[in-house]
């Protein structure tokens, strides 16, 4: 996104001046014009400080479904794509669909196909989206393809919130657990190790390294703000890096526990995507394409990668997953008997509804799992800090 300084009137004639941000120039304008201000001049601003930082989707989750089913609802009623496009364009109250969706109407009207018009706004409809859409206006089943991927978006969305709340409980148990760490280090430890110092009594060496650490703590405190911006930023660039980027996911199959439960999560989100776009008679090998690009992990990026490669040589999908250690027995054997039978996308789709089942019960046991492990965690944490004021106190009241 960039920010772009306008100036123009408004529908009564009034000057209008200020800024705003978006993906384009098109769809500055095409957002102006639907708060009803004609632009006259319009300047992108490339200054660093005028940067946008955007936290999150443009789109929330739910409003883009509901999008998608209206989008179908009023094509199925025999409303024109205009029509309907510029219906949505109004009732909607999300700002960025608000002006693409005007875009994509004036596009339309110059006889532009709605893929094309779409493809403008890549960070409001997807790539997955487009290809679906494309599909839907070569075979004319516009609105069952949006429906559909209403569906697979809202199915999207709760296998995401899936690993979220699986995910949230350790983390949030370990930041506290970290925090409550440095809080007795900097605060309560230096109480005890100004008073140890008075009774001039011997401390055990375990004491003395606490002590140490919590002085340590307290001089060099900004140390640790500045090593998790440090780390941070060296996660951030390593992460851009296909070969650091392809460890540090293959790493994260492999973790004891979440491995397991990412896998299931990943294999879910392949065939289902596999599926939809099976289903809609999308081309197998620009299938392939779209998913590996919308997979979100270099490990089964690759393995797509390869089975595409496979297809164009004239073998099978499977022949690569099979030789591969993140694609269970099950997964490839069904994936087989779909080709050999011709029904790919109903197998795929089996597959897809085994894992969604496998995840619930998966959610489950790990947040069953983890609870009681995340405790004795926060437990063992606080309490060696603990443990180091204690030990030494007894000495000290045993010589009183």
Do not use: C
Not at 240 to 268: E, S
């Amino acid at each position: 996104m960039a920010y772009f300084r306008y100036h123009g009137r408004s529908k009564d004639g009034k000057a209008k001046t200020g800024k705003i941000n978006a993906e384009s120039t098109q769809e500055a304008r095409a957002f102006l014009r639907s708060e009803g201000v004609i632009a006259y001049d319009l300047q992108e601003l490339n200054s660093f400080l005028y940067k946008d930082i955007h936290i999150g989707s443009q789109v929330k989750n739910r409003d883009f479904v509901l999008f998608l089913r209206q989008y179908a609802t009023l094509i199925d009623a025999g409303i024109s794509l205009v029509e309907a496009t510029g219906i949505l364009a109004e009732q909607s109250d999300n700002r960025y669909l608000k002006a693409a969706l005007e875009h994509v109407k004036e596009e339309l009207e110059t006889g532009v196909p709605l893929t094309e018009a779409m493809e403008k706004f890549p960070k409001i409809f997807p790539e997955l989206l487009v290809s679906m859409v494309h599909a839907g206006e070569v075979s004319g089943s516009l609105d069952d393809i949006l429906e559909n991927m209403a569906s697979y978006y809202e199915k999207q969305y709760h296998l995401k919130q899936k690993i979220t709340s699986s995910l949230a409980y350790p983390l949030a148990v370990g930041a506290i657990s970290i925090l409550v760490s440095i809080f007795l280090l900097v605060f309560i430890v230096p109480i005890f190790t100004d008073m140890f110092a008075s009774f001039g009594e011997e401390i055990p060496v375990y004491t003395a390294v606490v002590l140490q650490i919590s002085s340590l703590a307290q001089s060099y405190w900004w140390v640790i703000g500045l090593l998790s911006v440090f780390l941070y930023v060296i996660y951030h660039y390593l992460g851009k890096k296909t070969y650091f980027r392809t460890k540090f996911d293959r790493l994260k199959l492999k973790v004891p526990l979440f491995g397991k439960f990412l896998q299931k999560a990943l294999i879910a989100r392949m065939t289902q995507t596999l599926s939809s776009l099976l289903a809609s008679s999308v081309p197998i090998l620009q299938a392939i394409s779209v998913t590996e690009r919308v997979i979100g992990n270099q490990v089964f990026k690759q393995v797509l990668k390869d089975s595409q490669a496979s297809l164009e040589e004239g073998e099978s999908l499977a022949a690569p997953m099979k030789e591969h250690w993140a694609f269970p027995k099950m997964v490839t054997q069904m994936i087989a008997v779909g080709e050999n039978s011709g029904a790919l996308d109903r197998m795929l789709k089996k597959v897809d509804d085994f894992y969604q089942q496998e995840l619930d019960e998966a959610s489950d046991k790990l947040k069953s799992l983890i609870e009681p492990i995340m405790i004795v965690f926060l437990a063992v944490m606080v309490g060696a800090i603990v443990l180091a004021i204690i030990i030494p106190m007894f000495s000290i009241f045993e010589n009183i």
